[in-house]
Every structure is written in C-alpha cells, then in structure tokens.
C-alpha cells in the first residue's frame, strides 16, 4: 500500500513503468538452469561430501560432539573446490562463446 502511494506522488511514474514494460517483455535466454547450477549444486555437492566422508569413515563410538567437526571441514572444502572449478569451466565456455 505505502509503494503504491510513493508511486503516486512520483513525477516519473509515466516513464518508470514503461521501462518496467520494456524490461519485462524484453527477449532473452531463461536463466533457470544457471540459478539452480549456482544454488542448488553447492547444497547438493556440501551434502554428497558430508555424506560420503561419515559413511567412509564413520561415527566415533564413544559419541564424541566434535566428532562432525572433519565432515563438516572436508564437505566445506570439496564444495569450495567445486565452486572453484564450476567457476573457471564457466569463464572457460563463455570464452569459447563469445
């Protein structure tokens, strides 16, 4: 409601909702695939390595609370390397591309 208003009292609003129009019907590629490769994989990736490292090397018996602690340091450095690689596999396509 208090968008609306300062729309109201804006001199501009004529030539600020026709760029908004233009934006809109504007003509381009979909960026869904891109948004889930950036969102969605790290997550995915995090999950896979926490994973893998407790079924690799498995719980401590005593149940000890900072038992996680090198999953968790493993999970988070296979997915910055992940990251890293998906980032220069990226520069390197749109190289190629453009």
């Not at 909702?17 to 934006?23: D, F, M, N, P, V």
């Not at 090397?57 to 999970?75: E, I, K, Q």
């Amino acid at each position: 409601m208090a968008r609306q208003q300062f729309c109201q009292d804006c001199s501009q609003k004529e030539t600020c909702q026709t760029i908004y129009e233009k934006l809109g019907k504007r003509p381009g590629p979909s960026v869904v695939l891109e948004v889930l490769f950036a969102f969605v994989a790290p997550v995915v990736v995090f999950i896979a390595f926490l994973t893998a490292f407790e079924n690799i090397v498995g719980r401590t018996p005593d149940g000890d609370a900072w038992a996680s602690v090198p999953g968790f340091l493993t999970a988070l450095a296979g997915t910055f390397a992940f990251a890293l690689i998906a980032r220069a596999a990226r520069r390197k396509l749109v190289a190629k591309k453009g």
